[in-house]
Structures are given as C-alpha cells and as structure tokens.
C-alpha cells in the first residue's frame, strides 16, 4: 500500500536513476550484499542494474459479429506470421490502457477493455503475458507500422496455421472456450490435457 510518509526517493522511480558523474557505470558481475545471485553492479558507486521480467499486455479485441482483430507482423520475431494486438508496457501506464495503446498502434483500433481473459507465465523469455477481452469501437482497422495487414477473422477463418506464438493460440482457444461467459477467472498456462484437447478440435 502507498504510505504518504515514503519519500520519492524511496519508491520504485528511484530504480531508474543511474550512476552519479564520474562513474564508469555498471558493467561488474557481482552478487550484492544480502542478495542471493549475480547482478550488473557500477563499481564506482555501488549502482545495480536490476534486469527483471517484462510485461506483455494484449487483447483478443472482437467486434460485434464475433469477428476476432489479428495483425501480421511487419517486424521480427515472426514477421509475417499473424498475431493478437500485444506489446511490451511502457512506463506510468495501467495495463489495460496499455492493451489499448497497442490496439491502436498495430491496427488503428480503439477498443473498450473488457476483462483480463489470460495471464501466461514464460520463464524460458523472461516474460508475462496479460491478455484482456476487449469489444472493437468500430469494424474499420487499418495496420499501423508495426504491420503488414489487419483484419478480423471469424472463427473458421483464424490462419491457424499462421499464428505467430503458442500464446496466441492459447488466447483465442480460451476466448472461444468461454464464448458468453464474463465472470471467469483468468486463465494461465493451458495443461497438457487442455493442449491436447485444442489440438483434436482442430
Ligand atoms: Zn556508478
């Protein structure tokens, strides 16, 4: 919880703050005192480049005929193969403005955030994925520069075989699993039984 007597110096903001002048910057691996595994650490001042996971935020964004929004990357990894509107958080943005944000950079969508439909742990990337339901605004897209082309695909229509990330297919197998359904919790990482079933409707 926020506590009115914490000064700013003491928040997460001062994570960003870097070395002071005169420091070469961080560029030791070292295990910090009282820490348990190594970091880049600034010799000259003790300065720790903290490298965490990152945030993903996306949406399965449909429009009122139950058409789903895809886009196909015009950028690697997987340029060309299509993908749900997602990217990286940016900064002193919540995650559902964050899912919007990308709506609109990658299709030119503005979208109304409904709610969190999955939340997908990647260890192996460092990475958590947070995908919303989210209703279209309006039909017409148009790709932004991070995309080749957009469009919204009925569900016999989805280019499974073009998806550009296991997640993706995860997402839109949830989405369609809990078709009129808003009250469920958020999905994770599908089981092997869950994998397995998807595979034989397909
Ligand atoms: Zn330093």
């Not at 703050?17 to 070469?24: N, Q, S, T, V």
């Not at 749900?84 to 030119?108: D, H, I, N, Q, V």
């Amino acid at each position: 919880m926020p506590n009115d007597k914490t000064p700013d110096t003491d928040s997460p903001d001062s994570k960003s703050l870097d070395c002071g002048p005169g420091c070469g910057g961080p560029r030791v691996r070292a295990i910090p005192p009282g820490e348990d595994r190594e970091r880049l650490m600034c010799p000259d001042c003790g300065y720790i480049a903290y490298q965490n996971p990152l945030i993903v935020v996306g949406a399965v964004a449909t429009w009122e005929d139950g058409r789903i929004l895809l886009c196909r990357r015009a950028i690697e990894p997987r340029k060309g193969f299509w993908t749900l509107p997602a990217g990286f958080m940016e900064e002193r943005e919540s995650t559902r403005e964050g899912a919007a944000r990308e709506a609109w950079e990658e299709a030119r969508a503005r979208i109304d955030i409904d709610h969190l439909l999955a939340i997908y742990d990647i260890p192996r990337i460092s990475q958590v994925q947070m995908i919303f339901r989210a209703r279209l605004l309006s039909p017409d897209v148009e790709p932004g520069p991070e995309s080749l082309e957009v469009g919204l695909f009925a569900w016999d229509e989805i280019p499974w075989g073009e998806l550009a990330f296991p997640t993706v297919i995860w997402a839109l197998r949830e989405h369609r699993d809990r078709l009129g359904r808003s009250d469920c919790a958020p999905a994770v990482n599908p089981t092997p039984d869950a994998l397995a079933r998807w595979e034989r409707m397909l």
